[in-house]
């Protein structure tokens, strides 16, 4: 059953994500890559589905994840993290031989980024289901989906098979696109991509990639692409504007804007991770969707003014205190 909200309520169970748990190490100065030495700081805990997950549990929401770390200090830290921050991490598998994942991160004079990650051939990448997994997702009412993690072929079964648990007893999915065209025209990943947005009740997309989930083409316009998406059983998209703030467009036909909050950047990653667990916790908390745009864009924000990727997630009091004391755009879509 959902309730208004089209998600799950809250007490079906956990917002549950299935995913890579990093640690983030970071340049402290801007530059072109790690040819050279360079000064660097952390590590910090971190991994898309784990940024997500913290947030929807620093808000508020149940939260829950599944993922594997190594038996080492970067995956005590995030451990640590999660559980400090609400999360359920009975899901989470310590590897007895392989380290966890890692991420360095050094930002362009521009703002764009260069990565060096070692994920795959890490505890990350040794994720499988297994005892720890199935009373996690039998109890869990909602699943998030991260579009770049639908190439990964364990991580592809695990959430397929998940999403029919939750599914089945009620509960309902969200789907962070996040994808590449050219992955979505890959035939084996643009086939579990369009399942995907076929199963999802909210998706939160940037950018094309409304049009990327709708299958056309950025010409068809932004009122085409929602069509299709609701056609196909899409119930709500949060569409994700940067600086021009976000909208929430709901099947019925209704639309929501919330303005972006001004705020001087420090560390861009993971703020569209604590847009979504912020959203999608409001969301299931039954928050209208004028509320949940609000916290989420707070959440957001909030995080970039931080170093590290999960740094600024924000409980509901501070992203309250950071409302009330932070300025907002007034550049509209």
Same mark, same amino acid.
């Given at each position: ?14 917002? #549950? ?123 869990? +009412? ?7 993690? #639908? ?31 050219? #992955? ?5 990943? +643009? ?122 997630? +924000? ?19």
């Amino acid at each position: 059953m959902t309730n208004e909200t089209n998600l799950a309520p809250d007490a079906l169970g956990p917002t #549950l994500c299935i995913g890579e748990i990093l640690a983030e190490i970071v340049a402290t100065t801007a530059g072109e890559g790690f040819l050279d030495p360079v000064p660097l700081i952390g590590p910090y805990p971190s991994g898309a589905p784990a940024i997500f997950v913290d947030q929807a549990g620093r808000i508020g929401g149940a939260a829950a994840m599944v993922g594997s770390v190594g038996n080492d200090d970067f995956g005590r830290a995030n451990i640590a993290r999660l559980k400090g921050d609400g999360v359920d991490v009975s899901g989470i598998r310590t590897d007895p031989v392989l380290p966890t994942g890692t991420a360095f991160v050094r930002y362009r004079p521009d703002g764009a980024r260069d990565f060096v990650f070692n994920m795959w051939t890490s505890a990350a990448g040794a994720l499988a289901w297994d005892d720890r997994v199935e009373p996690v997702c039998a109890r869990a +009412g909602h699943l998030h989906v991260m579009g770049t993690l #639908l190439g990964h072929q364990s991580i592809w079964e695990m959430t397929e098979r998940a999403a029919a648990m939750i599914k089945a007893r009620g509960g309902t999915i969200s789907l962070d696109p996040n994808m590449r065209k050219e #992955l979505r025209g890959d035939g084996e990943t +643009g086939r579990r991509f369009a399942r995907m947005v076929g199963m999802a009740d909210l998706l939160l997309p940037s950018g094309d990639e409304l049009y990327l989930a709708a299958d056309l083409p950025v010409e068809a316009g932004e009122e085409a692409a929602l069509e299709r998406l609701f056609q196909s059983g899409v119930k709500e998209v949060a569409i994700k504007r940067g600086a021009d703030g976000a909208t929430c467009a709901l099947a019925d036909g209704s639309r929501t804007h919330s303005p972006a909050f001004a705020v001087t950047e420090m560390d861009p990653t993971g703020a569209g991770d604590c847009f979504g667990g912020a959203y999608v916790a409001c969301r299931r908390l039954g928050m209208t969707p004028s509320q949940a745009l609000t916290y989420a864009n707070a959440a957001g924000a909030r995080n970039v003014t931080f170093r590290g990727p999960m740094e600024g997630a +924000g409980t509901r009091d501070e992203l309250d205190q950071f409302i009330s004391e932070t300025k907002r755009l007034t550049r509209c879509p």
